[in-house]
């Protein structure tokens, strides 16, 4: 007989082990993805009543939401009790083996994926009716979280653009009061910007997304592919991946250069290329921009298939079979 495997969650229960051999938490991005990961479909079924009594095996899809919601709920749980405290602010606990972090607020690219990552749940919560005290919970910590970094924010004006700049932390400010964020984790933190933003439902107002958007072009972008290396405009950030670059491509929608500038690093830095063949990953997010820029896309790639060889340049995945005939592509 085949057991049938439940599914493990993340549940944000990361260890790291010091050198006397105990144990403490060592928090980090890829435990709060589990969060996302469950409260999106949550949210996917919620919003559509007509399948919430259809079936999948001997569950209906209501109970399959609840049951999820259960688990991200559980990571919530579990982040409440371990590093926020009555100020709704993320510290860092006492059991962290950093010691000259213990009590500063959290890293915001560490904790702003699995409070943003719960929005979602918030929302499924707020359409079943249920659950009002743990959405409370959610909205609480988000906004104080948001506070906190918008008290950190600093504006000034560049080509007459209001711009900003904030911390990488709390810990690296007291540090170094002029230390800023940096390109990469900036980018992470822009993902968070847009769910907090789009959500409506925190004072996280367009001033903000208009700065970062002015950041970008303004102060990151240093022509020719390249961007700063932090938010200060200082330094020149390193040849990056997808990850270094996909949460600032909505900014596109404010300032529309921001389409140039992103391809031209791309380009410049192939990051879209593996195995000297376009990553179809990247070329997507970028391909997406289009919209901001009037419907005229810069053209990054071009092929009149006249002859067999038009097919070099391409990877057919799946089952999928490709011929030319008479200067079509057929598929």
């Known amino acids: 007989m085949i057991a049938a495997l439940q599914p493990v969650w993340p549940n944000y229960k990361e260890l790291e082990v010091y050198k006397d051999g105990s144990h403490g938490l060592a928090p980090g991005a890829s435990g709060f993805a589990g969060v996302p990961m469950i409260a999106i479909p949550v949210r996917m079924i919620t919003e559509n009543p007509s399948v919430w009594d259809l079936k999948y095996e001997v569950k209906t899809y209501r109970d399959i939401a609840l049951e999820l919601a259960s688990e ?8 409440y009790e371990v590093f926020v405290g009555d100020d709704n602010l993320i510290r860092y606990p006492e059991t962290m083996q950093r010691s000259e972090w213990h009590g500063n607020v959290y890293i915001y690219n560490r904790v702003f994926p699995v409070m943003s990552g719960a929005i979602p749940l918030a929302e499924a919560y707020e359409i079943f009716g249920i659950h009002s005290d ?15 970094l918008v008290a950190d924010m600093t504006f000034h004006a560049v080509n007459g653009a209001e711009c900003v700049r904030y911390p990488y932390s709390d810990e690296a ?9 940096d390109f990469t984790h900036g980018s992470f933190d822009s993902r968070d910007f847009q769910l907090f933003y789009q959500s409506g439902r925190y004072d996280f107002g367009e001033r903000y997304v208009q700065a970062m958007a002015n950041t970008l ?6 022509g020719k592919g390249e961007f700063a290396e932090r938010l200060n405009g200082k330094g020149t950030a390193k040849k990056g991946t997808p990850i270094s670059y996909d949460g600032y491509i909505w900014y596109a929608a404010y300032r529309p250069e921001v ?3 992103i391809i031209d ?10 195995d000297s063949r376009y990553d179809s990953y990247c070329l997507f997010e970028i391909l997406k921009l289009k919209d901001s820029r009037g419907g005229t896309p810069k053209l990054i790639y071009s092929n009149s298939f006249d002859d067999e060889s038009s097919l070099n340049d391409w990877i057919i ?15």
């Open 134 to 148: 743990s959405v409370k919970k959610i909205d609480a910590v988000n906004q104080a979280m948001i506070d906190f």
């Open 317 to 331: 995945e799946g089952p999928g079979q490709v011929a030319i005939e008479n200067g079509q592509l057929r598929i």
């Open 259 to 261: 389409y140039d500038i």
């Open 72 to 79: 991200a709920q559980k990571t919530l749980d579990y982040t």
């Open 173 to 181: 400010q007291e540090k170094n009061p002029e230390q800023s964020e």
């Open 265 to 274: 690093h791309v380009l410049k830095n192939n990051i879209a290329l593996k």
């Open 217 to 222: 072009v303004e102060v990151l972008d240093k």
